[in-house]
């Protein structure tokens, strides 16, 4: 048989044999694993203990300090090195979990480079910084007597279970983390807060906490929810205007860096949506980035800008998840202050019985020694040659002086009096010895008189700390409540608009056709064309609408100030009308009619009014038959403004030959009144807030602040507002504002009254010396003001004056110096009520008396007679559009 062959047969006997492996399933086997994998991360690594606020690694670390601490820095990698012996993790994951608690500067003292939590700089290398417990620290976190210990994790040692921390770290430190299907963020709160509200909760009363960041900014906690899962705050940068060309970051949204937030500025002008000249990092010890302009860009518009479209704004969403008993707990963070706080209360308790229990100790030990040596009981012992005897023989001496002592002598107590020296007991005194047992009772009846008061002896415990660590731990971040900014309103229009209107395409690669606009790939374009169709689009590189483009424009949702005036044809031989209306809301790139719907409707007139100026046409009519009147003037003010879908209007049954504007028109609407919220710092037009006045076209906000400047402004939703505004008011030009300010030069307190002459212009009417300052400023037509004067040495005090400050100086240039207030001291200068006067009325072109919505129209003319139908109008102003949402979808306005 050849080798072939046999190895043939080979393989055959073998696949007749029966196979010998076994099957094992291991499913469950895998199922135990990662359940035990999953319960090790959540519980050994990832969250932290509700008892102390550490994680395991942090705990450890805390351990490891108290072990090393001399009162001396020890070297970060020596202590990363003894942690190891309780830690079963790598030294990198021990000096990254140092280093954080280090850069939080409340439970360690540092020294050299850790690190910064502004620039996002790295910590050196941990052989090359050092650290040593703070005295914060040492005061809360530690009390071995108190402790409950474990082996560790190699059985060699031991190791806390939980610290008996006496204070609510957790939230002062916050904490992040991410398990196997659980996660943790709880946000810092302030360290003063945090005792204030335990205060109030040991008191009994209602207490609020916020979360307050180190990197400082303005936070929205609105949405906070307590820091449970669903919850949300806002925080931003805080930006200001430097100059009309440059703005400076000065701090920065937690959980950002200035490299992080400089990366997405960057990236935010790469893509068009902000413009920038150029950045500059000046950070140091204090955040510091300047941003320069280019010219003619509004400063306030590109702050909102970065708000919308850079870190300069982001959102946080906490979640409050601790552990507690050996299991993952949901809490919110006022429910974890009343733990600690409570949990505080508890461990002072057993910090005080211990205390009472050692004092009891050596009061009842030093009330035996005095017996044993002043009854000379010693002297009993000489004789016995036993030790049985000894201890025999002390017993009997003290039993009859030991009446009065609070528990029972025991062999213990006889050992110890039988250690006393010869020379302790040669060298006795009585009166010292009375004294100590004394002064033992007085600290035994005090810490009686705390356990009896606990909660007035825990509220005294947490205002020491306060006394005690507060300094300079003032918050840092500031509460307000934001306005959402609109993306659309404020994106940088980095793309040009283009038309072809005989073929109806409208896009940003049309260019060789008619330019529009500047626009941003994030708008919407509303397009009219000549046969009433409407639509509104995403701007797109080539969309098409309709043949016979009319007008096209970015669209404005919510706009009711856009005012479209309109004369149509209905059918092809049917009569023409006109109608007024604005858009306010629709579905994107849905095509609306907005003639009566008849076939071959075409448009004779068009026009698009920003503030609902109303012009004056004139229709000329074909000669047709035996018409009288072929040409009349139609005024667009007489029309009332409606929807977009009512049918309008008859002008005429008659042919229209053109129709040619005659006259520009002004504004029909009401003047738009606008409030300042002071909440949030804006303007708006919905009634929140105070009050400013009614606005026209050409009217402007007056601005003074505390420095002494003075600027007017066109009324923007967007302007922001510097801390220090001290007037904003309607400005009415002829209107005189009068000023009392000290000049740091002179050192001479001066009065000075002008007019504003350059609109626009930021300009000073005080001194540019580091010393002067504005007293007070007013924008009366007859102010009055009060002069105290400071009382001189070994004379009378001067009595108040009061002066009319009309009176006592003209109304001179912005520049002028003023006039000398008076030459004597002064203490303090009050504004008075003005003195009474009648300010002319303000006369404008275009008051006319009009409704914001709809104008009574006038009597009815012969060619203009026909009125739509009160249904008609009822149907046409009832109809709602959906409104279009950020993604397209429809929604009802």
């Not at 086997?29 to 606020?53: N, Q, T």
């Not at 805390?62 to 001399?70: G, P």
């Not at 064309?529 to 424009?553: C, L, P, Q, R, Y």
């Not at 003023?818 to 008051?847: S, V």
């Amino acid at each position: 048989m050849s080798e072939e062959n046999e190895e043939l047969d080979n393989i055959s006997n073998e696949q007749n044999q029966e196979p010998q492996e076994t099957i094992t399933r291991v499913t469950g086997m895998y199922k135990d694993w990662f359940l035990d994998y999953a319960s090790y991360v959540i519980l050994e690594r990832a969250v932290p203990a509700i008892e102390d606020g550490f994680k395991p690694v942090q705990r450890r670390i805390m351990h490891s300090m108290k072990d090393l601490d001399d009162g001396r820095y020890n070297k970060v990698a020596n202590i990363v090195g003894h942690t190891m012996q309780y830690h079963p993790h790598g030294d990198a994951s021990i000096a990254d979990a140092m280093v954080q608690i280090g850069q939080k500067d409340l439970l360690i003292d540092t020294q050299g480079n850790w690190g910064n939590i502004l620039t996002g700089d790295r910590a050196a290398a941990s052989r090359y910084i050092e650290a040593r417990l703070s005295k914060f620290a040492l005061d809360v976190v530690y009390n071995p007597k108190i402790t409950e210990w474990q082996a560790s994790y190699d059985g060699r040692r031991k190791e806390p279970i939980n610290l008996p921390v006496m204070f609510p770290l957790l939230l002062a430190q916050g904490g992040e983390g991410i398990a196997v299907g659980l996660s943790t963020k709880i946000l810092p709160h302030n360290f003063l807060e945090l005792i204030d509200a335990s205060i109030k909760h040991l008191k009994g009363k209602r207490f609020t906490i916020l979360p307050d960041f180190p990197t400082a900014g303005i936070a929205d906690f609105t949405n906070y929810n307590d820091g449970l899962r669903g919850g949300k705050v806002r925080v931003r940068a805080k930006i200001s205007q430097r100059d009309k060309n440059s703005l400076v970051i000065t701090e920065i949204p937690f959980a950002t860096t200035t490299s992080s937030l400089i990366d997405s500025i960057l990236k935010a002008n790469d893509k068009g949506k902000i413009k920038i000249k150029k950045i500059e990092d000046n950070t140091a010890a204090e955040v510091e980035i300047v941003i320069h302009l280019p010219s003619g860009l509004s400063p306030d518009k590109t702050i909102d800008a970065l708000y919308a479209f850079t870190n300069c704004e982001s959102s946080i969403s906490p979640l409050g998840c601790v552990i507690e008993d050996n299991k993952p707990f949901f809490v919110g963070v006022s429910e974890m202050l009343r733990r600690s706080t409570d949990n505080t209360v508890q461990l002072l308790k057993q910090e005080l019985e211990i205390k009472l229990g050692e004092f009891e100790e050596q009061w009842h030990f030093a009330s035996l020694e005095r017996i044993f040596i002043e009854n000379r009981i010693y002297r009993d012992i000489e004789e016995e040659e036993t030790w049985e005897g000894v201890i025999s023989a002390i017993d009997k001496g003290l039993k009859p002086h030991v009446k009065h002592l609070k528990r029972a002598v025991t062999e213990e107590d006889i050992v110890r009096l039988t250690e006393i020296r010869i020379k302790r007991i040669s060298k006795f005194d009585i009166d010292k010895a009375q004294q100590k047992i004394d002064a033992l009772e007085d600290q035994i009846a005090e810490v009686k008189h705390h356990l009896a008061n606990l909660i007035d002896y825990a509220i005294a415990y947490f205002e020491r700390l306060k006394k005690d660590y507060g300094e300079g731990k003032e918050r840092k971040t500031e509460i307000r409540i934001f306005e959402d900014v609109d993306a659309t309103k404020v994106v940088i229009r980095n793309t040009k608009l283009y038309v072809n209107r005989e073929e109806g395409f409208v896009g940003t690669s049309l260019r060789r056709d008619e330019y529009v606009c500047d626009c941003s790939d994030i708008d919407d374009i509303i397009v009219f064309t000549k046969e009433g169709k409407m639509m509104v689009t995403k701007v797109d590189s080539k969309t098409f609408i309709g043949k016979n483009i009319i007008h096209v424009a970015v669209f404005k949702k919510k706009d009711k100030r856009t005012i479209y005036n309109m004369i149509y044809r209905d059918g092809k031989g049917g009569p023409s009308y006109v109608k007024r209306f604005a858009v306010t809301s629709m579905t994107r790139d849905r095509e609306y009619d907005l003639t009566n719907g008849s076939k071959n409707s075409v448009v004779w007139y068009f026009s698009a009014n920003p503030n609902g100026e109303a012009e004056v046409v004139t229709v000329m009519l074909r000669q047709v038959g035996s018409i009288k009147k072929l040409k009349w003037d139609l005024d667009f003010a007489d029309i009332i403004i409606k929807g977009r879908a009512s049918k309008g209007n008859q002008v005429t049954k008659y042919s229209i030959k053109r129709i040619e504007l005659k006259e520009k028109g002004v504004s029909t609407l009401k003047p738009r009144k606008i409030w300042f919220d002071d909440t949030v710092q804006r303007l708006n037009v919905d009634g929140r807030g105070e009050l400013i006045g009614e606005f026209r076209g050409e009217d402007r906000l007056l601005i003074i602040t505390q420095s002494g400047i003075v600027k007017t402004i066109i009324p923007e939703m967007t302007t922001h507002f510097d801390s220090d505004m001290i007037v904003l008011e309607k400005w009415i030009p002829k209107k005189p504002i009068s000023a009392i300010y000290y000049d740091g030069q002179k050192e001479r307190y001066y009065v000075k009254r002008f007019l504003i002459e350059n609109e626009g212009k930021e300009e000073s009417f005080i001194s540019d010396h580091a010393n002067s300052q504005l007293e007070i400023v007013s924008t009366d037509w007859k102010p009055m003001a009060e002069i105290e004067f400071t009382k001189e040495r070994g004379k009378e005090r001067k009595p108040n004056m009061e002066v009319n400050l009309e009176d006592f100086i003209s109304v001179k240039g912005i520049n002028a110096l003023g006039n000398q207030l008076t030459k004597d001291k002064i203490n303090q200068i009050n504004l008075l009520d003005p003195l009474p006067y009648e300010a002319p009325e303000e006369i404008h072109a275009d008051e006319l008396e009009v409704v914001d919505e709809e104008m009574v129209a006038p009597e009815e003319k012969p060619e203009t007679a026909e009125q739509p139908t009160s249904s008609e109008t009822d149907e046409a102003d009832s109809k709602e559009d959906p409104e279009i949402d950020d993604k397209g979808q429809a929604s009802l306005f």
